[in-house]
């Protein structure tokens, strides 16, 4: 059974950084690709940036510039750094892992960003 497990979340102020860590129980290099996603209150879930093998990784229009995805093969973790954060960041993020045939999820993890 694959589990990802997000952590990194909290409360920041706008312009600040924050880094979001997604541990995999197996090797990150089995899947096609792994990507976090967000979703805000009472809004639909946005892809927020997705990286697969040695492509270069894409990115929500919204967050080019200032997120940036990437993985540590070795230690099966994918991380998302996010600066210049803005209030409309505010959401639970999520780790997804896409194999051959089934999508895995990780539980959330809460940004919030606020004065």
């Known amino acids: 059974q694959v589990r990802l497990v997000e952590s990194g979340g909290g409360l920041v102020q706008p312009g600040g950084s924050l880094r979001l860590s997604c541990s995999v129980s197996?090797?990150?290099?089995?899947?096609?690709?792994m990507g976090w996603y967000r979703r805000a209150p009472g809004k639909e879930r946005e892809l927020v940036a997705t990286i697969r093998g040695s492509r270069s990784p894409d990115y929500a229009d919204s967050v080019k510039g200032r997120f940036i995805i990437s993985k540590d093969n070795a230690n099966y973790i994918v991380y998302l750094q996010m600066n210049k954060l803005r209030p409309e960041d505010t959401a639970s993020y999520y780790c997804t892992a896409r194999g051959l045939s089934t999508t895995y999820w990780g539980q959330g993890t809460q940004v919030t960003v606020s004065s």
């Open positions: 197996q090797s990150i290099s089995a899947f096609t690709y």
